[in-house]
């Protein structure tokens, strides 16, 4: 979540910006960058809750059979 081929995704990185932005970025990508659009795999609704969990600092645990 520190950032790699992106920005980092942690709470003190994503406070402050608007969470519908961040909802579209995950939905639409970024183009020209490494950010790829998510919405073929991905409701809104899925969307948005990964955002509410990254930006109250609890990201998604991983499944137990590794998913």
């Given at each position: 979540?520190?950032?790699?081929?992106?920005?980092?995704?942690?709470?003190?990185?994503?406070?402050?910006?608007?969470p519908a932005g961040l909802v579209a970025?995950?939905?639409?990508?970024?183009?020209?960058?490494?950010?790829?659009?998510?919405?073929?795999?991905?409701?809104?609704?899925?969307?948005?809750?990964?955002?509410?969990?990254?930006?109250a600092g609890k990201p998604p645990a991983?499944?137990?059979?590794?998913?």
């Amino acid at each position: 979540l520190r950032g790699g081929l992106g920005p980092p995704l942690t709470r003190e990185a994503l406070s402050g910006k608007p969470p519908a932005g961040l909802v579209a970025t995950v939905l639409y990508g970024r183009p020209g960058t490494a950010m790829p659009p998510w919405q073929p795999f991905m409701t809104q609704d899925e969307a948005q809750w990964l955002i509410d969990r990254l930006q109250a600092g609890k990201p998604p645990a991983a499944s137990p059979q590794g998913n």
